[in-house]
């Protein structure tokens, strides 16, 4: 089955302590992104990938690192949590971002405390 | 300006009415435009795509307006399995996808 796999689903830490959301897709997709979704403001972009070693900031970079060392795989790292970093977040894939149809994982909620 | 608006709503509709929503965007460049739906806290998933003047799948039309920028959401005869929040996503040849905050439906009995 086509899908994109994020993990976990439910997510509750503390200030400061380094996290890792996982995303993996299984539909060879070049396209990824991250995006988080809070009350009021959308869906907002985190960082997104193109292909392979290829990554690039998006609407909302700032606290977040992520890496694309397999196709398959573009986890997003949390180097020091802060609370206004608690959200929905989002891993997406596609073929391509233009005209191709956006693949979402189911969402990982986060809260920092 | 906003690079893309919508009207949060909720809007209240019962079963079988007709309902139509619209997305203004601000950049004339954008070529191929979505419609998302999502379901609360859930994933979006894609309801529509629009490449030239509309399309029609359904109940559902979406039409464009190009020299209004504007895209709408028309839904016909609502089912209460319509319940849900639709994002509106306009692209204009860059590799991001600017989603629009969301118009809520809610569909009652």
């Known amino acids: 089955e086509a899908q994109v796999t994020q993990n976990p689903r439910y997510l509750i830490t503390v200030t400061g302590k380094k996290l890792t959301v996982t995303c993996s897709q299984n539909m060879n997709h070049e396209y990824m992104s991250w995006y988080r979704q809070d009350p009021g403001l959308g869906l907002r972009q985190i960082y997104y990938?193109?292909?392979?070693?290829?990554?690039d900031k998006g609407d909302v970079p700032e606290g977040y690192k992520v890496s694309r060392k397999e196709k398959r795989n573009f986890p997003l790292i949390l180097e020091s949590p802060s609370p206004n970093q608690t959200s929905l977040y989002f891993c997406a894939s596609s073929t391509r971002a233009s005209n191709e149809k956006l693949f979402f994982g189911s969402g990982t909620q986060l809260s920092v405390l | 300006r906003k690079e893309v608006e919508q009207d949060p709503g909720p809007f209240n509709v019962p079963e079988g009415a007709t309902v139509a929503f619209n997305c203004t965007y601000s950049n004339s460049a954008s070529q191929s435009f979505f419609w998302y739906r999502q379901d609360c806290r859930k994933e979006p998933k894609l309801l529509m795509s629009v490449y030239s003047s509309g399309n029609e799948d359904g109940r559902f039309t979406a039409q464009l307006n190009r020299a209004s920028q504007y895209i709408s959401l028309l839904i016909r005869d609502s089912k209460l399995s319509d319940s849900a929040t639709y994002l509106c996503?306009?692209?204009?040849?860059?590799?991001?996808?600017?989603f629009g905050t969301g118009t809520r439906l809610q569909v009652f009995p």
């Open positions: 990938s193109m292909n392979v070693e290829v990554t």
């Open positions: 996503v306009p692209w204009h040849n860059t590799d991001k996808l600017i």
